[in-house]
């Protein structure tokens, strides 16, 4: 990660966390050199179930966008800074559809199509035709509380079925709650926690599926 990528990373952490959440990641990056363990939970929805009636708040426009909407990239490269400059490639082979204040990006949903890679697990995986993986999905902090996410969330499932797809995948750190909460919210269903392990450069994933009704 280049230094301006991490002075990026860095000052969005103190906006959304504060400084003691950012020391505590900062430290945490650090130790993650020789040990890391965490869990992150993966999570379903099937995009042929109905989905009800959601208003976009006064103001916001949806849509999907394109890799000649520079501006709206921009935005979001700069909302993301792990993103940066990979935003068109994604585009190439997935979608996105982002939430507009005027010409100014307040959220955004990254979904990518056929071969996904996961950061937090550190691994690729190939999917089906019919299936899609959200990748990220992000609300300016202030835009928050308005239930922009399910807006963006609820219009992503309506691209997708359109476009023949019968599901969408995406998962959270277990920590992450509101991240969680809000997938919770829209429809998708737990399906397992993958319990990923870093010792001295040695990976270990082990999976543990999530029984239907346990949450």
Request: glycine letters at 8%; a positive charge.
């Amino acid at each position: 990660m280049s230094i301006s990528v991490s002075l990026k990373k860095v000052q969005r952490n103190l906006n959304d966390y504060g400084i003691g959440e950012t020391l505590r990641k900062a430290v945490s990056a650090l130790a993650g050199s020789v040990y890391l363990e965490r869990i992150y939970r993966i999570y379903r929805r099937d995009l042929r179930t109905a989905q009800p009636a959601v208003e976009v708040p006064p103001g916001i426009e949806l849509r999907v966008i394109g890799a000649d909407d520079a501006e709206a990239i921009r935005d979001i490269e700069t909302m993301e800074e792990w993103l940066q400059g990979g935003v068109r490639d994604r585009l190439a082979r997935g979608l996105c559809v982002a939430a507009f204040d005027g010409s100014r990006v307040a959220g955004f949903n990254i979904v990518a199509f056929r071969e996904i890679f996961v950061p937090l697990l550190n691994v690729t995986r190939r999917l089906r035709p019919d299936q899609a993986w959200s990748e990220q999905i992000t609300v300016a902090k202030d835009y928050r509380k308005h239930g922009l996410a399910s807006v963006l969330r609820y219009r992503v499932f309506s691209e997708l079925r359109q476009r023949g797809f019968r599901a969408l995948y995406g998962g959270a750190l277990i920590s992450n709650i509101a991240s969680l909460k809000s997938a919770q919210k829209v429809g998708f269903q737990f399906l397992a926690d993958v319990r990923y392990r870093k010792v001295l450069g040695r990976e270990e994933r082990r999976y543990r599926r999530i029984d239907h009704g346990a949450h």
